[in-house]
C-alpha cells in the first residue's frame, strides 16, 4: 500500500569534522576527528516527518556499500519505508561537512547513487493512497519533474524545496502546492517574496534561519517566528527538518500556516543535537512544554 507521504529525494552519507574557522582559498585547516552520520536532503526530509508520526516513504538510492547500510538502517529505525530505495552500481552520495563553533556549516555533495534516481523509477510508482509528494534538488531536475507532473496529475498534494536552486519549467512550477526556500534562494528567483506566486504555485514558504519563516499566500505574507533555543549546537538539515515535518502535517491535514507553525517548532529542535537525521525529535518531544 502506498504511504500517505512520499518523498523523493537524495540519501548520502555526511562527513562531518568540526573546524574552528573554514579555510580560505589554497588553505589547511585542522578540524576534530571525522564523525559519519545519515544525510541527504530525501532522507532527512523522510525521517524528519517519520519521527513527528507520519508514514512515510522514501523514493531514492544508494549504493551497495557500508554507506548504504548506514542510510537503510536509519531510515528504517526512524519508521521510513525503503521499499522504494534501490541499490545502484554506484556508490552511496556523500557529503563533506565543516561545522564551525557557532553552529554553522558549509557542504560539498558527491552525489554517487543518487544520480541513478530515475524517470522510471517516478513510472513504477502508484500514487494510490498517496496525499503529499515531497521533492529536493539532489537527484536528477528531470526526475523530480517528472514525479511533480505525474503526482499533480494524481491528484496529490506536491511540495518542493527547491535547494540547490535550479531553473524549472513553468508548467511545473504552477503544479506545486507548496514551494519551499530560503531567503537566499528566494532572492535568486524574484526580488520580493510576496512574487513568488508569480512564478506558479499555490503556495510558497521562504525560511529565514533562526528568525522564522514566511508564508506566502494569495491573501498576503504571515511571518511566523522563530523558537529561540538555549544553544544552538548544529545548523545542518534544520531546512530538511522543516520541510519534513511540514510535508507531514500536510498529510495530516492540516493547513499551509498551521503545518508551517509546527515545522518551526521542529526545526528549532533539530538545530540543538549534533548531526541532521540524529538530530531529529518526535512528536512528544516537539509537544513537550519548553523547560523553564
Known amino acids: ?27 589547511t585547516v585542522l578540524g576534530g576527528d571525522t564523525v559519519v552520520l545519515p544525510g541527504g536532503k530525501g532522507a532527512n526530509t523522510a525521517v524528519a516527518a517519520a519521527r ?36 545502484s552500481a554506484r556508490p552511496t552520495g556523500i557529503a563533506y561537512i565543516t561545522v564551525t563553533p557557532d553552529g554553522e556549516n558549509s557542504i560539498v555533495v558527491s552525489p554517487g547513487a543518487n544520480a541513478d534516481v530515475s524517470k522510471s523509477d517516478v513510472d513504477a510508482l502508484s500514487f494510490d493512497g498517496a496525499s503529499v509528494l515531497t521533492c529536493s534538488l539532489e537527484v536528477p531536475l528531470e526526475t523530480v519533474i517528472h514525479a511533480i507532473d505525474a503526482a499533480s496529475k494524481a491528484g496529490v498534494k506536491t511540495v518542493l524545496n527547491l535547494s540547490p ?88 491535514g492540516d493547513r499551509v500556516v498551521v503545518a ?3 515545522a518551526v517548532k521542529v526545526a528549532a529542535l533539530s538545530v540543538t543535537k549534533a548531526g541532521a537525521q540524529p538530530s531529529y525529535p518526535t512528536a512528544a518531544e516537539v509537544s513537550a512544554p519548553a523547560a523553564e
Open 1 to 27: 500500500m502506498t504511504k500517505p507521504l512520499l518523498v523523493l529525494g537524495s540519501a548520502n552519507a555526511d562527513l562531518v569534522v568540526e573546524v574552528g574557522r573554514r579555510p580560505g582559498g589554497g588553505e
Open 52 to 87: 513527528v508520526g507520519a508514514s512515510v516513504a522514501l523514493v531514492g538510492a544508494v549504493g551497495g556499500d557500508g554507506y548504504g547500510s548506514l542510510l537503510r538502517e536509519s531510515l528504517e529505525s526512524s519508521g521510513v519505508d525503503t521499499a522504494l530505495v534501490k541499490t
Open 165 to 252: 536552486v535550479a531553473e524549472l519549467p513553468a508548467e511545473t512550477l504552477k503544479q506545486l502546492t507548496t514551494l519551499i526556500v530560503n531567503e537566499h534562494e528566494a532572492a535568486q528567483l524574484v526580488s520580493d517574496w510576496r512574487h513568488l506566486l508569480r512564478l506558479g504555485p499555490h503556495t510558497a514558504i521562504v525560511t529565514l534561519g533562526e528568525r522564522g519563516v514566511a508564508v506566502v499566500l494569495p491573501a498576503g505574507v504571515v511571518e511566523i517566528p522563530g523558537i529561540k533555543v538555549e544553544k544552538v549546537v548544529d545548523t545542518t538539515g534544520a531546512g530538511d527538518a522543516f520541510a519534513g515535518a511540514f510535508s507531514a502535517r500536510l498529510a495530516a
Open 260 to 262: 508551517a507553525e509546527y
